[in-house]
């Protein structure tokens, strides 16, 4: 397989509905997905991420822009003749076809021979765990052997680029967490690039080597999953991915790579590389994720707790800080001190983990 690099180049697709109106679903975007890469678009449903991959694909037009795969660009070239295939949600087997049948069909539309078909096919049906099952019918298999079968048939064509249309959101959710791991394996194995969508955000964080968030028709961050989580530029992406609190406030003070955040509540210190885009007086939200709260009885701020729930690794809290609810997670609570409903508690925040996004 010769991977190929993908490149967006101020995208956009425009619909017209029914009354004449313009709908723009996705707004000059621009993006280069590096050869050999897992890139994910992550978003709410509506945001463009599907469009933008049918773009990609060739299954729509382009309002404008280009799309490129290496150095050739693809606006021009159909569907069936682009150097990719989909893996689709529904995964679209013939159910008339045996599963060796569904994955040649491919090639035999290519026209190879039987010998050249069979060099391609076994080394992916070994891969994917399929000669088991080579002669049965789609409606013989579960719902993860079918996916794996849709996985296979991509892989036969050797494309320079798969694309995967939120593929796992069928089957349940143990089969999820299994499927992405094997995908993830294979793309690793065969040095595939692939991009794939999904609005699930583990499925983003286990999969990928950058995420692509995207919102309303744009892109709001590109980045590393942990550069994702741990640094994110909006409130939109701080809110979308994992759990977050909010504590509003405006900067009181800063430095070359620290911000002094004075809230209803308290003046937080957060430690943070682009402090210098901020300014005084400007207001922001200290993202504060759950793990990042302490609770202890020596702590520097003082809470009370509204609820207390086992969940068995982790100790979930809601908490009253001051007038606003803050959710709170302990791991390891066996071996820590456990609060209660209505305790009195004192927190702190672990500083590192903090980080401010303007309001």
Same mark, same amino acid.
């Given at each position: 397989m010769s991977a190929k690099s993908v490149k967006l180049e101020n995208v956009t697709k425009q619909f017209t509905d029914d009354e004449g109106k313009v709908m723009t679903a996705v707004k000059e975007v621009s993006l280069h997905i590096e050869k050999g890469e897992f890139a994910t678009l992550l978003g709410p449903s509506g945001c463009g991420k599907t #469009?933008?991959?049918?773009?990609?694909?060739?299954?729509?037009?382009?309002?404008?822009?280009?799309?490129?795969?290496?150095?050739?660009?693809?606006? =021009?070239? %159909?569907? =069936?003749?682009?150097?990719?295939?989909?893996?689709?949600?529904?995964?679209?087997?013939? %159910?008339?076809?045996?599963?060796?049948? +569904?994955?040649?069909?491919?090639?035999?539309?290519?026209?190879?021979?039987?010998?050249? &078909?069979? *060099?391609?096919? !076994?080394?992916?049906?070994?891969?994917?765990?399929?000669?088991? +099952? *080579?002669?049965?019918?789609?409606?013989?298999?579960?719902?993860? $052997?079918?996916?794996?079968?849709?996985?296979?048939?991509?892989?036969?064509?050797?494309?320079?680029?798969?694309?995967? @249309?939120?593929?796992?959101? =069928?089957? @349940?959710? *143990?089969?999820?967490? !299994?499927?992405?791991?094997?995908?993830?394996?294979? $793309?690793?194995?065969?040095?595939?690039?692939? &991009?794939?969508? !999904?609005? @699930?955000?583990?499925?983003?964080? /286990?999969? /990928?080597?950058?995420?692509?968030?995207? +919102?309303?028709?744009?892109?709001?961050?590109?980045?590393?999953?942990?550069?994702?989580?741990?640094?994110? *530029?909006?409130?939109?992406?701080?809110?979308?991915?994992? #759990?977050?609190?909010?504590?509003?406030g405006v900067v009181d003070k800063k430095d070359s790579d620290r911000l002094f955040v004075k809230t209803k509540q308290t003046t937080i210190e957060v430690l943070q590389k682009d402090a210098d885009t901020f300014h005084e007086g400007q207001s922001v939200s200290v993202v504060v994720r759950p793990e990042a709260i302490n609770l202890s009885k020596e702590g520097t701020e003082s809470a009370k707790v509204l609820k207390s729930v086992f969940m068995g690794q982790i100790q979930e809290y809601e908490l009253d800080f001051n007038g606003i609810q803050l959710y709170a997670v302990v791991a390891d609570p066996g071996g820590k001190e456990v609060y209660y409903d209505g305790d009195s508690v004192n927190l702190t925040f672990s500083q590192r983990s903090l980080h401010v996004v303007p309001a």
């Open positions: #469009t933008t991959l049918r773009m990609i694909a060739g299954f729509e037009e382009l309002s404008n822009g280009a799309i490129m795969f290496g150095e050739d660009n693809v606006q =021009n070239i %159909p569907a =069936n003749k682009r150097d990719c295939t989909m893996v689709f949600q529904s995964y679209a087997l013939f %159910p008339h076809m045996s599963v060796y049948e +569904n994955i040649c069909y491919g090639l035999k539309l290519k026209k190879l021979s039987k010998s050249e &078909i069979e *060099k391609r096919v !076994t080394p992916i049906m070994d891969i994917m765990n399929l000669h088991v +099952n *080579k002669n049965r019918m789609p409606n013989q298999l579960s719902g993860g $052997q079918q996916q794996r079968v849709a996985l296979a048939r991509a892989l036969v064509m050797e494309p320079g680029v798969l694309l995967f @249309d939120e593929p796992l959101s =069928n089957l @349940d959710a *143990k089969l999820r967490i !299994t499927m992405r791991d094997e995908i993830r394996r294979i $793309q690793k194995e065969l040095g595939i690039t692939a &991009i794939y969508v !999904t609005h @699930d955000q583990s499925e983003a964080m /286990s999969l /990928s080597d950058r995420i692509v968030v995207m +919102n309303e028709g744009r892109i709001e961050q590109v980045g590393p999953p942990m550069e994702i989580y741990q640094k994110p *530029k909006t409130k939109f992406v701080s809110d979308f991915i994992g #759990t977050a609190n909010f504590l509003g």
